[in-house]
C-alpha cells in the first residue's frame, strides 16, 4: 500500500502563485519504481491529468497549464510538487496526487493509477 498526502492549497487571486506538495509513504515504498502525478477535478466535472512525472524524469502536461505549470519530483524525500504560476480561475479545483507502479511512462489518464491521495483546494478569484 502506498499513502499520499497533498498540502499547498489556497485561495489566490488571478494571476498569482502556488506550489503544491505530496508526500509518499508506505511498507517498501520506492519512488524510483513509480509515475507520480497531479490530477485535478472541477465541481461538476471529471478528473483529469494535469501533469505527470515518470521515473527518469520525462514530464507530460495538459495542454492547458503547459507553460504555467511545473511538476517536479525528489526521490531522496519521497516528494512530488506542483508548481503553479500564472493562476486563471479555470484553475479552481480539488487537486489529487496520484502514484502508478511499474511505471511505463508519463501518461495522463487517471484511470493508469493505482494509488491516490486526498486531495487539496486550489481556488482561484478573478
Known amino acids: 500500500q502506498v499513502q499520499l498526502v497533498e498540502s499547498g492549497g489556497g485561495s489566490v487571486q488571478s494571476g498569482g502563485s502556488l506550489r503544491l506538495s505530496c508526500a509518499a509513504s508506505?511498507?517498501?515504498?520506492?519512488?524510483?519504481?513509480?509515475?507520480l502525478g497531479w490530477f485535478r477535478q472541477a465541481s461538476g466535472k471529471e478528473r483529469e491529468g494535469v501533469a505527470v512525472?515518470?521515473?527518469?524524469?520525462?514530464?507530460n502536461y495538459a495542454d492547458s497549464v503547459k507553460g504555467r505549470f511545473t511538476i517536479s519530483r525528489d526521490n531522496t524525500k519521497n516528494l512530488l510538487y506542483l508548481t503553479m504560476n500564472s493562476l486563471k480561475a479555470d484553475d479552481t479545483a480539488m487537486y489529487y496526487c496520484?502514484?502508478?507502479?511499474?511505471?511505463?511512462?508519463?501518461?495522463?489518464?487517471?484511470?493508469?493509477?493505482?494509488?491516490w491521495g486526498q486531495g487539496t483546494q486550489v481556488t482561484v478569484s478573478s
Open positions: 496520484a502514484a502508478r507502479l511499474w511505471c511505463d511512462g508519463a501518461k495522463l489518464m487517471a484511470s493508469d493509477y493505482d494509488y
Open positions: 508506505g511498507y517498501n515504498y520506492k519512488a524510483n519504481f513509480y509515475c
Open positions: 512525472v515518470d521515473t527518469i524524469g520525462e514530464t
